[in-house]
């Protein structure tokens, strides 16, 4: 579940870094690398976008404040059909945002001929246009889009006035910008660091479990091990070597647990889970799958002969019946004697949150 949620947490991180980086583009007036990035984001409805799994749709705000400048963006740049439709969609989310409704007011007296659709130019820039994550417009009630001298309702000269005082906001959007970036790059490094911990006790496990008799099977999350003849020549019956090499191999856990030169971290071992899985062959007249009595008892006798030698405890063991479909082989009439066994994976344990 926590690696669920820090998964999301990163992905809403990434979506407000991907929307400031927009920011900083159109602030610096360059309005298509504005308009490339916030496109890169892809479905912006307040709820998943395209590939996603919901971790884009959890930041409400972000999405509006994605949107809305996405809107900005198209209407400085002349595309005020585009920018209405992005408003559209805001009002959708949210229908009391002021800068969807400002913005589509502008848009219905440019529409009607009543404003003229030009930015506000100040000396040697172009009007800040950029907006807090929390969707709070720098410069308010769309007067962006007005032309000096041309806003019939007076708001042009209140619109410079807040661009003005912008220059805190901006720093401060800045600030938050830095943060969040410091953030994702802990969550990524955490990231970083579990996957190389999980691949170093699984390398150790394959390492201290490899024997004769013994396949290893090196997997991503587990290491599998499987006995290259059957455990079991009928019923629960264990044979000798099956009893050996499951004695040695709960003796090499036990050690592997204890001895901190196998582990990843300084004074402790490697702390792993152990499930053992039974595995029968179906009979003529009986069940073809979904398990079977044999085959969780199979894994109950293995767990005893894995306790046997060692300070484990049955209790240290999940014990599971295998579909009987699902052996280690084949499921061959010549591979039914090796696919009366059992066979067992081996998991690191997920280490304790940080307090």
Known sequence: MADVTDSARARALS????????????RTGDLDLAARLLDELGGLDGGPGPGSDGGAGADHATVLAALNLRAKVHAQ?????????????????APDDPDAAAGRRTLAK????????????????????????????LIGGGGWLLANG????????????????????LRE????????KERLAALEAGDTAAAARR???????????????????RHADDVQLVFSTGVFPYDSVISPQGASALTEIGRRLADLESDPGAGTGAGSGTAVETTVVGHSVAVPGGAPSGGSVVALNRARVAAQYL???????????????????????????????????????ITPKEPPPAS
């Open 199 to 217: 691949d170093s006790t699984l390398d150790a496990v394959a390492k201290r479990l490899a024997m004769p008799g013994v396949e290893i099977r």
């Open 307 to 345: 306790t046997q030698d060692s300070d484990l405890r049955l209790t240290d063991f999940r014990l599971v019946s295998a579909d009987q479909r699902r052996g280690p082989f084949p499921a061959t009439e010549a591979n039914a004697p090796r696919n009366r066994t059992v066979t067992l994976l």
């Open 110 to 137: 440019i529409a009607a001929g009543r404003r003229h659709a030009r930015p506000v130019v100040h000396t040697g820039r172009v009007a800040v246009i950029a907006i807090a994550l929390a969707g709070v417009a």
């Open 173 to 180: 959007e800045s600030r938050r910008s830095d943060a969040l």
């Open 15 to 26: 979506l407000q870094l991907a929307v400031n980086r927009a920011h900083s583009a159109a």
């Open 77 to 93: 740049r002349g595309e005020l059909t585009e920018a209405d439709a992005c408003w559209s969609r805001v009002e959708a989310i």
């Open 150 to 169: 041309d806003d019939g309702d007076g708001q042009s000269s209140d619109s410079v006035a807040q661009a003005d005082t912008g220059s805190e906001r």
